[in-house]
């Protein structure tokens, strides 16, 4: 290990003067610790006292400067999760001229990015706290390139799905764990610290019910690009994902453990004859990674118990349908990490969610233990009530046992139910489409707005308002061009809003005489794509 550091040539001598001259330099971006990244010189870390060290000199920065409020709760997070008070960041602090009483430092090389994955069990968690914030943090500095050192500090083993992380880079990826093999003091000679959250969708339920992030900043396009740079990277390549030439086929993901569909062949026969389409079985247990994203990119339709599985229809064509079932007494609308995902604008997926109805078609399991879903080391009140609820109330992450026990529960699928479900909730049949991607290119502002007034009467006047196209429309075919202007009379605070085909228009209605107007105008595209208002015309009649 500690030779694969040293491979990389760095001038020791030089860069042990330049810690100990200029000591470390942070300069970071964000106003909080929730949406903070730093970047930072000469950052060590001490294995003997699992901490990160700032080394202090005369020309070290600390940029926030935050005094004890660096404390209060942190620097930053560690992890893509907002906040949580596991997964924060901060260092200690030296001056530069303790390192003459400690340990020869080691230098990384490499500019590393020290993060760490959040829940690196589970799929979902892989692909939305971890690969996708990594990826599009490493694009967000160009020092972060192809050459990049991942750190991963929340100290949990590689992991089963760590090749995957393995993609995003072509260094192997350093663990905690491995840290101290180095040396007693690691010295990151440039290293990036905490990851975006520009690309989570999903809150888990730590402070408020589970459900979509309040402001989403990302669309399907992000995430597309992500997942064919991924499906590049599993040697899936974009020969074996064309446009389906047959009508295509279905993937049915199975859990192997638990969770279960009890009644998989029947299921599998029923999709087979309502739609006429191949169905292909994968699981996370016999299938690798590259092979069921090959499977799911040319699919037309992925049927799942809800389950962390479902992350991969990232992967699915646009067009393509996502069918996630839930277990009797689980509410689809509660637990919506994929729904989400595939409603996301640009991935252009249908979803439909079914739920099973029919306790009787439900095998629980009280028995087990607590973590998956059992009961019987609750009071038996509390699992009588269990028992008896058909549905688990809304509640906080991540140990509620009725939420577990529901959850965990095994599933005949009722077929007749099933497909009633999916021929109310499926728009158009499945397919890949051909990418025929819409566009989301907004207006630009109106250009040279004016108005023009006349008085009638003493009661009666008009007022024109005109302008000309978005100077980007000259350059655009578009479906549908509108106009919206917005009248409001000095003083008031309500308006009249107006959806207009032309580029001027006369309004004589509700016009007095000897009145000033304030007059916004802005253009619309195909109904939904909102131009920026033009500034505000003062128009008197
Ligand atoms: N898993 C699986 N087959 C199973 C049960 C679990 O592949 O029968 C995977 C699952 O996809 C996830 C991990 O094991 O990546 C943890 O599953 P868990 O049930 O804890 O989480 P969930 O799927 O509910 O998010």
Redesign the pocket.
């Known amino acids: 290990q500690s030779q694969e550091l040293s491979q990389v040539r760095i001038d020791y001598h030089a860069a042990l003067l330049a810690l100990q001259e200029h000591g470390t330099r942070m300069v970071c971006t964000g106003k909080m610790h929730t949406d903070r990244i730093c970047r930072l010189d000469y950052l060590c870390y001490s294995t003997e006292a699992e901490e990160f060290v700032f080394f202090h000199s005369n020309s070290s920065v600390m940029l926030p400067n935050l005094g004890a409020r660096r404390f209060q709760p942190a620097l930053l997070d560690l992890s893509s999760v907002e906040d949580h008070n596991t997964q924060y960041f901060n260092f200690m602090e030296l001056p530069a001229a303790a390192l003459k009483f400690m340990p020869k430092p080691v230098f990384v090389p490499d500019a590393a990015l020290i993060l760490n994955r959040f829940n690196p069990?589970?799929?979902?968690h892989v692909f939305h706290d971890d690969l996708l914030p990594i990826y599009y943090t490493m694009g967000q500095y160009s020092d972060l390139d192809e050459e990049a050192r991942l750190v991963f500090m929340e100290g949990w083993s590689e992991g089963p799905h760590f090749q995957l992380y393995r993609l995003l880079s072509s260094k192997q990826p350093l663990l905690k764990e491995q840290l101290k093999n180095f040396g007693k003091l690691l010295c990151f000679t440039k290293s990036y610290v905490g990851l975006s959250k520009m690309t989570t969708w999903y809150q888990y339920g730590f402070v408020q019910p589970q459900g979509p992030k309040a402001n989403i900043l990302v669309s399907g396009n992000e995430l597309r690009q992500f997942a064919a740079f991924l499906a590049e990277r599993l040697n899936v390549t974009a020969e074996e994902r064309p446009e389906a030439q047959d009508d295509g086929y279905i993937v049915v993901f199975s859990?192997?453990?638990?969770?279960?569909i009890l009644n998989e062949a029947e299921l599998i026969l029923a999709l087979v004859q309502e739609f006429q389409m191949r169905v292909v079985t994968v699981?996370?247990?016999e299938h690798s990674l590259a092979d069921i994203v090959r499977a799911v990119g040319r699919a037309s339709m992925l049927v799942s118990m809800?389950?962390?599985?479902l992350i991969t229809s990232l992967f699915l064509p646009r067009g393509a349908a996502v069918v996630e079932l839930f277990p009797y007494a689980v509410n689809p609308e509660h637990y919506a990490p994929y729904r989400t995902l595939a409603s996301l604008p640009g991935m252009d997926l249908q979803y439909v969610a079914w739920r099973n109805t029919i306790e009787e078609n439900s095998v629980a399991f009280p028995e087990r233990s607590w973590d998956q879903g059992g009961i019987v080391h609750l009071e038996k009140e509390e699992q009588e009530r269990i028992l008896k609820s058909k549905e688990v109330p809304r509640h906080l992450c991540c140990r509620n046992p009725e939420w577990l026990f529901r959850?965990?529960q095994d599933t005949k699928v009722d077929i007749p139910s099933l497909l009633d479900t999916l021929r109310q909730g499926l728009t158009a049949r499945p397919s890949p489409k051909k990418a025929r991607v819409a566009s989301t290119v907004h207006p630009g502002r109106v250009r040279e707005p004016q108005c023009q007034t006349s008085v009638q009467a003493t009661n009666e006047a008009k007022l024109t308002v005109s302008w000309q196209i978005p100077w980007n429309l000259k350059y655009l075919k578009v479906r549908e061009v509108r106009y919206e202007v917005w009248i409001q009379e000095q003083g008031e605070n309500t308006y009249m809003p107006y959806i207009l085909p032309h580029q001027n228009y006369t309004f004589s209605e509700n016009i007095k005489p000897f009145t000033t107007y304030l007059v916004w105008v802005r253009c619309i595209f195909n109904k939904t794509l909102l131009g920026p208002f033009a500034d505000v015309l003062m128009c008197r009649t």
């Open positions: 069990d589970n799929l979902m859990r192997s453990i638990n969770r279960l699981s996370l247990e809800h389950g962390a599985q959850i965990y």
